[in-house]
């Protein structure tokens, strides 16, 4: 069961050089699942929808530590603040337009300091083979979120997108798409990594 | 007023979240030539995509830890028995998993397609793929016709229909 008890709105008109961002009015349910009380909180603005649901640590580590990845790599992705994540055209406007996401152009708020958010390609690169198998990388390579992906209307991915901060941390996520080749920008507040096992004792 | 308004908006989209993901196939205009590949079976038997030129093909890429790949599986094997008759391939091709592995996953998603196994992901790199599950429709020419990102509900008539037109 689903508890709702918060809506963020926000709009505007951001101009940057000549690239106009349009700030847009944007509903963002944040909620938790009883059972488990993993927080989800879900973006929806005209067509596109982006939910974030809390991954524990002990998730991640379950999963990798099924796969050749050393303790290190392990440990650090589990402590990379991971969200299961869902970007959905729901083409409820009717437009047929394609919604365009590039998560390089994603921006997160954490500490008072901005940054991009962790992408598969990079990390992938950085490992050595006695750090992740070639079989392991694949895991990283399908399991977390493609980096740049077009949705048509009806489609939806699913995914890890993964912060670089620590457990329990809290962030604001700045999220961008484009859509009938304008570009788009909202804001989800407050989002908290899940705590790792020691906070949960 | 903006607040009421948002507040209804939220329960709204609060109910839009349960509903189905659209049945929805894409079609693709470019006339892509799918790429050939030649795969093995869970029970042995190679499976080239060439062998199957004159009928349509649906090709389903997935893995067992992926949730939503998990969830149209059963929908794919209904509709499987459906279209085997009527001169429609189905193929769901693995990434990255071994045989073990999807014989334990098939207890609790039994599936009566043919599974083949892509355990290097060498296959799914020559394809337009980006995430799982993603499924393409092939037409009897051998291009593809139709893409689907995300899970479907594989039995929906209107999307099989789809899929017969192309015969």
Known sequence: ?201 | MKVIKSICMALSLGLAMNLPAAETLTPIDNKMQAPDFALQDTAGKLHRLSDYRGKPVIINFWTTWCPPCREELPSMNRAWHQLEQEGIAMLAINMGEDEDTIFIFSADYPTDFPILMDQAGEVIEQWPVKGLPTTYVIAPDGTIAYRAIGSREWDDEGLLDKVRALK
């Open chain 1, 1 to 201: 069961m689903l508890k709702i008890w918060k809506i963020v709105v926000t709009s505007g008109l951001l101009m940057s050089g000549f690239a106009i961002t349009w700030l847009v009015q944007a509903e963002v349910q944040r909620s938790s699942n009883e059972e488990n009380g993993l927080e989800k909180w879900h973006f929806i603005e005209g067509d596109i929808e982006i939910e974030l649901v809390q991954r524990l640590p002990d998730q991640t580590r379950a999963m990798l530590m099924k796969h050749e990845f050393s303790s290190e790599v392990v440990e650090f992705m589990a402590t990379s603040c991971m969200f299961q994540t869902i970007i959905r055209n729901n083409g409820k406007s009717g437009s047929g337009e394609s919604v365009s996401v590039d998560l390089t152009l994603w921006r997160m708020q954490h500490a008072g300091r901005q940054s991009g958010i962790l992408l598969k390609e990079p990390l992938i690169e950085s490992w050595s083979d006695q750090q992740a198998s070639q079989k392991a990388r694949l895991v990283v390579r399908w399991g977390m979120f493609p980096t740049q992906q077009e949705y048509l209307p009806g489609d939806y991915n699913w995914g890890l997108t993964a912060y670089g901060i620590p457990p329990a941390a809290q962030f604001d996520l700045e999220v961008n798409w484009n859509e009938g080749g304008k570009q788009y920008t909202g804001t989800i507040h407050d989002i908290i990594c899940a705590p790792d096992v020691d906070s949960l004792k």
